[in-house]
């Protein structure tokens, strides 16, 4: 049995090896024997539910397809997406009613440069839980732009906030993705810093200076 330790516990074999020694006793046996067979019931019936929700997704292979291109996005939570949401956006006025609707677009409460209390709002518990999942693998995905986002937000607002805004930022992409039939658009880790080029260098510079160094930038040659 300790030999079928996985990742960290590996080098824990020798240790675990001990920790597992003892007597089997035939009421033990029962009673491991009763919820082996738990275990496989409720992987059958799952195996029945999985094969009967692939059956009602067939009319919307095209909807799923695309939605499994998004970081963070499987099948299964694109099952949840198109059962919530729909595949018809025309339902919506726009993006931020939708957004609205599904309850990840916290308020933006300032006064005079500060930002007060701002809570998200209630919203399609369902939908809005299979976001947040999808922004938890998403964050997790190296080299996209959605954890690049999700890392800088949580530095300034916290780990909650940045989740939900991942989220929101799913949103966005499916709410156009089903709108006008287009895949994904991966911008790629390094998009944001790209995109604020001229800030990100002014800010090394000044780290930079302030470890006592003189910078002197040269442009790279093609």
Not at 68 to 77: K, N, S, Y
Request: one cysteine or more; a positive charge.
């Amino acid at each position: 049995m300790a030999n079928l330790a996985q990742r960290k516990l590996r080098k824990k074999i020798p240790e675990l090896e001990p920790a597992l020694e003892g007597k089997l006793e035939e009421h033990h046996r029962f009673l491991l024997h009763l919820q082996l067979d738990r275990l496989e019931t409720a992987e059958k019936d799952l195996a029945v539910l999985e094969q009967r929700i692939q059956e009602k997704l067939r009319p919307y292979e095209a909807q799923v397809t695309l939605l499994d291109e998004i970081p963070g996005v499987d099948w299964t939570l694109a099952a949840v997406i198109i059962a919530e949401l729909g595949v018809d956006m025309k339902v919506f006025e726009n993006v931020a009613q939708l957004a609205s609707w599904t309850g990840v677009s916290p308020g933006n409460n300032e006064s005079a440069g500060k930002r007060k209390n701002s809570r998200i709002p209630k919203g399609n518990m369902y939908l809005k839980s299979a976001l947040v999942e999808a922004a938890t693998a998403a964050a997790r995905t190296k080299g996209t732009y959605l954890r690049d986002k999700f890392y800088r937000l949580m530095a300034r607002r916290g780990y909650k906030r940045a989740i939900v805004a991942v989220a929101h930022k799913i949103l966005v992409a499916i709410y156009h993705m089903l709108s006008h039939r287009v895949c994904y658009n991966e911008l790629g880790d390094l998009y944001l810093d790209k995109l604020n080029k001229h800030h990100l260098t002014r800010n090394l510079i000044r780290r930079l200076e302030r470890l006592g160094y003189t910078v002197k930038l040269e442009p790279k040659a093609a």
